[in-house]
């Protein structure tokens, strides 16, 4: 099935003041919504056209794929996913592909669904832009998304933002990307990875095996890349990360690589941390300049050891 529009500025589809919930989620009992939803093995392509919110107040999403359904979305526009007013419980994802466990639809916990996001804009979220999970008792999400523009803005709640989130059993190839700024705003947020809270460009884990992060262009957020509870997960080579607050790249509890990034500006260019299991990142032909802390930093915990091992090649 294809669903094409005008083109992005000409065609909208907007959120009305009320989503009918497709899903719950398990712990808190807050109905899942979307305005796009593509489900139940449906196999869609979606271009042309704008998908616009505000949403209502809840766990929202502009465009959402699952149940198996496999989605290409692209030549589009995702904006303004957040709430148009306060509220006090509020999610607002972009575009989403799978649900994670503890998300119930149709009585199963999680889901997955498969495709492809391709010269898409994405502005205007609360919480995220893209979003890859599918749960570990299911069968996986996979997703290729490449060449779109991700600019966080600013968000009218308190938040946490990411531009492109990989976890649990997903695997995505992400390349050709450009994701800039991001805040964190709600309480616990600072630089320190163990006990505070940041804004990611992209994070990976848990799970996300079998992903690749590859000439994206990362600025403005607090941490350009993020890799946690993910051991040889993915590979992260050749992305450019400039001016992320506290630190390009993160290997957090499970061994990682880097390879070919190129680092400008922040407080820290890589850093290794480990608080929950010994972390070693293996750091081959990267460049980092401009820091104004250090370029590699080891950052240990409760026992732990980080080590980061830096090649030249």
Known sequence: MKLKGAGAGATIIKSPATLTPYAVDAFTGTPLTAIVRVAHGAQVQILGLTVSGPVPCGFSGGVVAVQSATLELTQARVTDIQ??????????????????????????????ANGRVTNVVIDGFLSAGLVAVASFSGPPTSVTFADNVITAGVPLLPTEQLGIVIFLNA????????????????PGCG??????????????????????????HISGADVGIYQVFGPHCCTISGNTLT?????????????GTTDQNTIIGGEVGIAVVADGEDTTGILRGDKIKGTSVMPVQEIDCCGFKATAIVLKN
């Open 83 to 112: 709430p148009a007013t306060a509220c006090s419980s509020a999610t607002g994802r972009s575009v989403q592909f799978g649900l994670g466990d503890r998300a119930i639809i149709d009585g199963v916990h999680g889901s997955n």
């Open 171 to 186: 695997a995505a190839k992400v390349t050709g990307n450009t994701i800039s700024g991001g805040v964190c705003t709600i």
């Open 191 to 216: 630089r320190d990875p163990i006990t505070e809270f940041q804004s990611m460009g992209i994070v990976v884990g848990p799970g996300g095996d079998g992903s690749s992060f590859s000439d994206n």
């Open 243 to 255: 001016d992320n607050r506290y630190f390009g790249i993160v290997i957090q509890d499970g061994d």
